[in-house]
């Protein structure tokens, strides 16, 4: 779900404090709506729902629309999803398709 300042939220807005060690903030910096954005955040989403729904934040920031916004995460190069909770802060760069990297990238730890 998208508002218009681009954020998506997953998950229930009410979580409990001691569930917040258990949220993750995540921004997905990208350089307009080309081909390679467009699958960075489809392949985000789908990760987003299948290992850390209900528990996460997305935000999705558009540098030819803010270009001063990537200089507070240190950003040279698009797609970069940042990972700021938990810490320790997290990048990885590129369109996410290689899910099993991002899981690790990301820290995402799945079970069986």
């Given at each position: 779900?998208?508002d218009?300042?681009?954020?998506v939220?997953g998950?229930d ?5 001691e569930d ?7 921004k ?7 081909q ?5 955040i ?9 290992h850390?729904e ?9 540098l030819?629309?803010h270009?001063q916004l990537?200089?507070g995460?240190q950003?040279?190069a ?5 990972r ?10 590129g369109?996410l398709s290689e899910?099993e ?8 730890r799945v079970?069986?």
């Amino acid at each position: 779900m998208n508002d218009s300042s681009g954020r998506v939220a997953g998950g229930d807005p009410h979580i409990g404090r001691e569930d917040a060690a258990e949220r993750w903030q995540l921004k997905l910096y990208i350089a307009g709506m080309n081909q390679t954005a467009r699958r960075a955040i489809k392949n985000l989403e789908r990760i987003c729902a299948e290992h850390l729904e209900g528990r996460y934040t997305l935000e999705i920031i558009d540098l030819l629309e803010h270009p001063q916004l990537a200089e507070g995460d240190q950003i040279i190069a698009v797609p970069t999803l940042v990972r700021s909770l938990p810490p320790p802060i997290r990048k990885i760069l590129g369109d996410l398709s290689e899910k099993e990297k991002v899981l690790i990238g990301l820290d995402i730890r799945v079970l069986g």
